[in-house]
């Protein structure tokens, strides 16, 4: 009932989730800056506060964003029939290499790969594979990299050939609904604005907005404070010059509910309904708000 496409499922019902593994210096060469938990796979500790960037710190990020912005763009470039997100993730990651930066999702968590990849009806967290894409998929491939000390993280989802109406029209939507949240955005703003908006948009058009998923602050840290939720809440904060964070609305054709498969981290919808999303990295300044994946 949500179109023409293959669902994706899991290839085991046996619990496979990967082991935290330092990648090799063949992987990301010695001279290449690592995040902390590129060694054992652990995450930071999230600080309460949310950090306020200023001078050096902004082109810092604004150097890392650059970096995720063109890698997503060659990722965006390889999308095609026959072509595996597994060669889709290697040659991302060869990318974000030769610019000197590190691929932040590898050994975060331990999750295996460089990038994210997530066909049809897996809402987020796909692991890149052997699978051949296929003409009428559609693909969100998720780009963060890291570079002088800070986290850049954008996100696309792709068309695979000949997409039927339905896929188009959810995929339109989901771009929209960021754009709209993205210029809501400026000092003084309630951060509730974005799910308000979001949900807006995706509810008139018959769409279901994930709330298992968020956007978050980013910076020094991957993730960290604020989260930055993409349906209607009524979060307390407002946005302040100097904020970095996330906006990546995941909208879905039918529930917007995940499961989340034996590997760890695919999660694809429980009715079988695509899910697209859209995702760019954004800094509040005085005057408003700039996209630095953009």
Known sequence: MFGQYRR????????????AHEPSLSSVPSHILRPAYAKTGDPPTWDTEIPILEGDEIECLRAACAVARDALALGGSMVRAGVTTEAIDNEVHKFIVSRDAYPSCLNYMGFPRSICTSVN???????????????????????TAFKKGFHGDTSATFA????????????????????????????????????????????????????????HGIGRCFHQNPLIY?????????????????????????????????????????????????????????????????
Request: proline content about 6%; overall charge negative; glycine content about 12%.
């Open 8 to 19: 994706i499922i899991p290839a085991s019902l046996v619990a496979s989730k990967p082991r």
């Open 160 to 215: 695979v050939g000949q997409v039927d109406a339905p896929g188009v029209a959810l995929m339109d939507a989901t771009r929209e609904s960021l754009d709209l949240a993205i210029q809501a955005c400026g000092p003084g703003v309630l951060l509730a604005t974005i799910g308000e908006v979001i949900s807006v948009h995706a509810e008139a058009l018959g769409y279901s907005v994930s709330q298992e998923l968020t956007g």
């Open 121 to 143: 009806n897996v809402i987020a967290h796909g692991i890149p594979g052997k699978r051949p894409l296929e003409d009428g998929d559609f693909i969100n491939i998720d780009v």
């Open 230 to 294: 993409h349906h209607y809440n009524e979060e307390p904060g407002e946005m302040v010059p100097g904020m970095t964070f996330t906006i990546e609305p995941i909208l879905c054709q039918g529930v917007a509910t995940g499961i989340q498969w034996p590997d760890g981290w695919t999660i694809t919808t429980t009715d079988g309904g695509r899910s697209a999303q859209f995702e760019h990295t954004v800094y509040i300044t005085d005057q408003g708000v700039e996209v630095l994946t953009a």
